[in-house]
């Protein structure tokens, strides 16, 4: 049977672009940070991911957690980033700025679209703080996007989907509304069906034990927020397989 939908597997690891790959899925955004949300993975990671997987890999550019208003400095550093991953055989940028007042920041996306260019452009979920999501998607298919990835303005995806189903409506076919945010193999089919999306983006991960057997507890490397030291999680190539399976039913 042809297969009809994308799977887009959001990593942070090496391992995880392998796993992901060895499930099935159909590309990966390759980010760092996921428990900020995502920014911008180091050139070594991106290297070394294209050098190990073949199917299309996506790079986020965020050069920072919080918001998405860039100083001009964040800027050339964003511009910077997007040359880096061209250059390192990415097959497509994730970006989003807006600004202050919550809209599109389109003049300041048209220069990264333009440095990028042959590579596919997503525009990430900075879409889900924007104050008209209608006239914003329409903004982005003016400027060209190929791609929108959003959880419709919700804490997921599941939450969102009767606007990301007004948002894929008004696509049309021109951009690509891309569900993201919480989508996991119980709702993956019902969200399908609810919002007519054709790519869905997630992490299907797990949890694995670090290989230290010595293990000092008495000293943490992050702040009081703390993530287990000794515990990472990566994406899961069995559960993958499930997801597009499903989503392929």
Do not use: W
């Not at 993975?41 to 073949?54: D, H």
């Not at 800027?75 to 202050?100: C, H, S, W, Y």
């Not at 992490?203 to 694995?208: G, L, P, Q, V």
Request: hydrophobic share 40%; net charge negative.
């Amino acid at each position: 049977m042809e297969q009809k939908y994308c799977l887009e597997i959001c990593t942070d690891s090496i391992i995880s672009c392998q796993e992901a790959e060895k499930g099935g899925a159909n590309r990966i955004e390759l980010c760092a940070n996921l428990f900020e949300g995502g920014t911008t993975p180091s050139a070594g990671t991106i290297q070394i991911a294209r050098e190990v997987t073949s199917i299309p890999l996506n790079v986020l550019i965020r050069p920072r957690g919080g918001d998405f208003c860039y100083s001009d400095q964040e800027f050339e550093v964003i511009k910077q980033d997007i040359r880096v991953a061209k250059n390192l055989g990415a097959d497509g940028v994730v970006i989003g700025i807006l600004t202050p007042e919550g809209e599109i920041d389109i003049e300041r996306t048209a220069a990264l679209i333009q440095i990028a260019r042959p590579l596919s452009i997503t525009f990430h979920r900075a879409f889900d703080m924007v104050k008209d999501p209608i006239r914003s998607l329409e903004q982005l298919i003016t400027l060209g996007v190929d791609r929108l990835l959003t959880s419709g303005q919700e804490r997921t995806a599941f939450e969102g989907s009767e606007l990301i189903s007004k948002l894929v409506e008004v696509a049309s076919g021109k951009i690509i509304v891309m569900p993201g945010g919480g989508i996991t193999l119980r709702n993956i089919q019902r969200l399908k069906k609810e919002t007519g999306a054709a790519e869905f983006h997630l992490t299907a991960r797990k949890k694995i034990s670090s290989t230290m057997q010595y293990r000092q507890n008495n000293v943490f490397m992050g702040g009081e927020l703390r993530l287990p030291e000794y515990e990472h999680s990566i994406a899961d190539a069995a559960l993958i397989t499930q997801v597009q399976s499903m989503l392929n039913q």
